[in-house]
């Protein structure tokens, strides 16, 4: 589904900090994988070049076997990709429907409901919401497209325990049940053991 061929990345403003280190990886569909490491390992760094938001300095990624610029990023980011990014990323002057409209064409309404943001809360400013709901404006709002690969950044960091299970199972069944790729970077113990594979990335390697 989505390969990493030997991938290296570092910033450019800190060219002697090798991210990540030569990673080859090949994540399949229908399943869940949790990726841990210590902050600042490059977890993010890795899900931003899995989204296309960046490009690795050297190696590629390729869907069904086919480098992801050859189409372009954009194509990649539209059809391929649904993401919850670690800041929530919210358009602060939409409200969560239109939030989550911007996802896909859906009933946004019944989206952010399974997601426990009903009634007022749905229709109000997203800033003038709680940063758990917040969260769980971006789940939705990801939830939204029918991209086969769903990048989670922490998407459970905010939630209380009863809420973060909900998403944990929830995620669980876009794996098993829709078949998608569901790759999320937590430092939940809950949701790791929950998931299909657990990886690390470690010393700028995954493992
Ligand atoms: N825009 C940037 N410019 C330069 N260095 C960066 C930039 N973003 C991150 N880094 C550095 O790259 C390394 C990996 O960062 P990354 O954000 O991927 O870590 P992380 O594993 O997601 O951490 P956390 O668990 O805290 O979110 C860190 O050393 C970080 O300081
Ligand atoms: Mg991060």
Redesign the pocket.
């Known amino acids: 589904m989505l390969e990493v061929k030997n991938v290296s990345y570092y ?4 060219r002697d ?1 090798l ?1 990540l280190n030569e990673i080859a990886y090949r994540f399949e569909k229908a399943k869940m994988y949790a990726v841990l ?12 070049l899995l989204a296309g938001l960046d490009v690795p300095v050297k190696g590629n990624i390729c869907v069904q076997g086919e480098d992801i610029g050859k189409k372009g990023l954009c194509y990649h980011r539209k059809h391929n990709i649904s993401l919850v990014f ?1 800041n929530y990323n919210l358009i602060d002057y939409l409200t969560p429907v239109e939030n989550v409209l911007l996802g896909g064409k859906v009933d946004a309404r019944a989206l952010l409901a399974q997601m426990g943001i009903e009634g007022d809360a749905s229709v109000r400013n997203v800033m003038q919401l709680s940063g758990g709901q917040q969260q769980r404006v971006a789940i939705a709002r990801a939830l939204a497209s029918q991209a086969p690969i769903l990048l989670a ?2 998407p459970t960091g905010n939630l209380d325990e009863r809420i973060a299970k909900e998403i944990t199972e929830l995620f669980k069944s876009l794996a098993h049940e829709q078949e998608k790729c569901v790759i999320v ?1 937590t ?1 939940s113990k809950d949701l790791a053991n929950e998931a299909d594979v657990i990886l690390q ?1 470690k010393d700028g390697k995954l493992v």
């Open positions: 910033y450019k403003s800190q900090n991210v490491g210590t902050s600042g390992s490059g977890k993010t760094t890795l899900l931003s670690q950044d922490e970077v430092h990335i």
